[in-house]
């Protein structure tokens, strides 16, 4: 079965770019899925940032599209984010989550990764 | 709007019935998806699309939507339900989005 594993650095210095990696295994990253990338601020609710398709497209939140870029290593199996120009309020836990559905109107989130937590501190 | 909209928190007598609400108006053109959060873990996928439950989700998690509002019904809460429930659906754009989560407590 298809699993998703995050990494990169815990902690980044603000003004700084934070940059993740989720691992796909189990299953071809080139698969007719999206990729998407979701934070949780400690105490808070969800908020998606992104997600890319295996071909490059993307589409990002409109509220951190100027901060965001997310793209697709195939050779490897994985898909990135960066975050640029952070501040103590991009601190949360981030999640990359394969988005599964046939059609748009009622497609989810079915395989989540098990997060990991980034601090934005100097 | 751009916006879901639960309640914050909600509890239910073990053993009963619990509706989670969740509101928006691109819920009119999509589907909510909803998902269970317990404490420390990642979310898990519960209900997407009219009323489709994944694999190893027990069938007294249901689905339903009407107009701008989309529910979860958990029909016969069990103590190990008990966990923050988020909505996710589409904006005008195609965006996602999430609702700001319920908490159920299960007495």
């Known amino acids: 079965q298809v699993q998703l594993q995050e990494s990169g650095p815990g902690l980044v210095k603000p003004s700084g770019t934070l940059s993740l990696t989720c691992a796909v295994s189990g299953g071809s990253i080139s698969s007719s899925n999206w990729w998407s990338w979701v934070r949780q601020p400690p105490g808070k609710g969800l908020e998606w940032i992104g997600e890319?398709?295996?071909?490059?497209?993307?589409n990002y939140n409109p509220s951190l599209k100027s901060r965001v870029t997310i793209s697709v290593d195939k050779s490897k199996n994985q898909f990135s984010l960066k975050l640029s120009s952070v501040t103590a309020a991009d601190t949360a836990v981030y999640y990359c989550?394969?988005?599964?559905?046939?059609?748009?109107?009622?497609?989810?989130?079915?395989?989540w990764g098990q997060g990991t937590m980034v601090t934005v501190s100097s | 709007s751009s916006e879901l909209t639960q309640d914050p928190a909600v509890s239910v007598a073990l053993g009963q019935t619990v509706r989670i609400t969740c509101q928006g108006d691109?819920?009119?053109?999509?589907?909510a998806s909803w998902y269970q959060q317990k404490p420390g873990q990642a979310p898990v996928l519960v209900i997407y699309g009219k009323n489709n439950r994944p694999s190893g989700i027990p069938d007294r998690f249901s689905g339903s939507s009407s107009g701008n509002t989309a529910s979860l019904t958990i029909t016969g809460a069990q103590a190990e339900d008990e966990a923050d429930y988020y909505c996710n659906s589409r904006d005008s754009s195609g965006n996602h989005l999430f609702g700001g989560g319920t908490k159920l407590t299960v007495l």
């Open positions: 989550a394969r988005l599964h559905g046939i059609a748009a109107s009622s497609d989810a989130f079915d395989i």
């Open positions: 691109s819920l009119r053109s999509y589907y």
């Open positions: 890319i398709y295996h071909s490059g497209s993307t």
